[in-house]
């Protein structure tokens, strides 16, 4: 994601950065650069030994990341393609598991709209279909098996962290929870921000949660210090750009 966040920058209008046009980044980042600074960033959530939930991994850019802080991963992960990649690349690597499973409310199986052309843009989630991307074909459908995150807290322990990236699904995927995690992150978009508010309330009814979020890729939070989930919404609501996106980022106080 980083690697085609950069070149998009300099490139034009596509897949990432149609997302947003508000990247917080300074023109003359380099992706190294911007590499560590996100490395760094993730430091506030994980050290070495700390259990990670990499959901929605695709083929493992923030596992890698998570991996240098010595954290050990969970990537969760429907793609067969993307499975295929993350097992070569981490076959040997005894600090990252690979679940061939997507995430919903309850197990089961469901269908899952493949891009053949941006596979970081495959979903659950019809109505997400509907948004930003609508003139992107989903030219592949099938069915992957699902687990819930209860599940995997249950087989694999409670993660320090648990960063979440499911396109339009997040809301599904966090009602398979019913235990607060310390760190958590999902992504939002501009279009979709009912779906945000929604997917905030549920994590304020599972604890007392403190919330944050960056806008696109910025490896930077926007607020000094931890908020009410009404501050971080409200100001997020009064951000005009048409193709906001980012990640609400959530803290639940111990």
């Not at 499973?101 to 989630?125: E, H, N, P, V």
């Not at 971080?232 to 609501?237: G, H, M, P, R, T």
């Amino acid at each position: 994601m980083i690697r085609k966040l950069v070149h998009q920058l300099k490139r034009g209008f596509t897949r990432s950065d149609a997302k947003a046009s508000s990247v917080a980044l300074q023109p003359d980042t380099t992706e190294e650069q911007l590499r560590e600074k996100t490395v760094n960033f993730y430091r506030q959530f994980l050290n070495t030994g700390d259990l990670c939930f990499d959901v929605g991994a695709n083929v493992g850019n923030k596992t890698h990341m998570f991996l240098e802080l010595g954290a050990r991963v969970v990537c969760i992960e429907p793609q067969p393609n993307c499975v295929a990649v993350l097992k070569a690349k981490y076959q040997r690597d005894t600090n990252v598991v690979v679940v061939c499973k997507g995430l919903a409310t309850q197990q089961g199986r469901k269908m899952l709209s493949i891009c053949g052309t941006a596979d970081t843009i495959s979903t659950f989630s019809d109505k997400w279909k509907t948004g930003r991307f609508r003139p992107y074909a989903w030219d592949q459908t099938v069915e992957v098996p699902v687990t819930t995150l209860d599940i995997l807290l249950q087989e694999f322990g409670m993660p320090k962290f648990c960063k979440i990236d499911v396109e339009g699904f997040e809301y599904e995927v966090l009602k398979g929870l019913s235990a607060p995690i310390p760190f958590m992150a999902f992504e939002f978009t501009r279009e979709f921000l009912d779906d945000a508010r929604l997917c905030m309330e549920y994590l304020e009814s599972l604890g007392s949660a403190d919330f944050n979020y960056a806008l696109s890729e910025s490896p930077a939070l926007i607020f000094p210090n931890w908020v009410s989930g009404y501050t971080a919404l409200k100001s997020i609501e009064q951000n005009a750009n048409d193709l906001l996106w980012g990640d609400i980022y959530v803290r639940f106080q111990s």
